[in-house]
Nanobody, 125 residues
Framework: VQLQASGGGLVQAGDSLRLSCAAS????????VGWFRQTPGKEREFVAS????????YYADSVKGRFTISRDNAANTVYLLMGSLTPADTAVYYC???????????????????WGQGTQVTVSS
């Protein structure tokens, strides 16, 4: 599976932004797709994930109510709609995919099998 993340940019606090994670090589049909973010010197942090089959979603407490993860079956793409952005959301955002994730591992980056290249999100105050 090859993942292509896009949609990052420079926005102001309070703005919204939508990230996309498109898959090629095979479909997402048996995967869980997640978004993580990373700032310099820190570990990759879980943001949100979605199970392709069933559509169950999971969110980090820090983004719950502000971010929405969704999928487009036809486009084989997962989206992350980010609202009410703050400077604390500034990071490189990565999408990952894994086929054997369970509830106890879904928020842990090491359990994802494939990663996109990352897209920079910068929120100015």
């Amino acid at each position: 599976v090859q993942l292509q993340a896009s949609g990052g940019g420079l926005v102001q606090a309070g703005d919204s932004l939508r990230l996309s994670c498109a898959a090629s090589g095979r479909t997402f049909s048996s995967y869980t797709v997640g978004w993580f973010r990373q700032t310099p010197g820190k570990e990759r942090e879980f943001v949100a994930s979605i199970r392709w089959s069933g559509g169950n979603t999971y969110y980090a407490d820090s983004v719950k109510g502000r971010f929405t993860i969704s999928r487009d079956n036809a486009a084989n793409t997962v989206y992350l709609l980010m609202g009410s952005l703050t400077p604390a959301d500034t990071a490189v955002y990565y999408c990952g995919a894994g086929s054997r994730l369970i509830w106890s591992t879904i928020k842990i980056s090491q359990y994802y099998d494939y990663w996109g290249q990352g897209t920079q999100v910068t929120v100015s105050s």
